[in-house]
């Protein structure tokens, strides 16, 4: 479990790198309040944001961590929570936040894939 814990916090900290050199630096500077957490009692919760911290629950992912979809799955979450963030929490799911998060993942994809844009 140690070894699978030390594979999750690595590969966090690998897509909030790559999240944050493909955001504007007024959105990546926010990258910051992201945190590993460790929450066994409430495995539905894959990600937390709060007033001045997000918080990724590594827990949820340990079922994960030796697949190819680790990454991808801890970036969509870390892109989730900062969606909620830049939102100011105001909007749940609803379409504001939704625009915001697709707005987000675009510009990572964009970063991040070979597709010309
Ligand atoms: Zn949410």
């Known amino acids: 479990m140690r070894q699978n814990l030390r594979t999750l916090r690595k590969k966090l900290d690998d897509a909030i790198s790559v999240i944050g050199s493909a955001l504007p630096s007024d959105l990546s500077r926010q990258l910051s309040r992201v945190h590993h957490g460790y929450d066994s009692a409430n495995t539905e919760c ?7 911290h997000i918080v990724i629950n590594l827990c949820t992912f340990m079922h994960l961590s030796s ?4 990454f991808f799955e801890l970036a969509k979450t870390v ?3 900062l969606a909620h963030f830049v939102d100011n ?4 799911h609803g379409p504001r936040w939704r625009h915001i998060y697709d707005g987000l993942t675009l510009l990572v994809w964009k970063a991040t894939s070979a597709v010309p844009s």
């Open 46 to 52: 894959s990600g937390f944001c709060g007033t001045a």
């Open 67 to 70: 697949s190819p979809d680790l």
């Open 79 to 81: 892109l989730h929570e």
């Open 89 to 92: 929490n105001q909007s749940g």
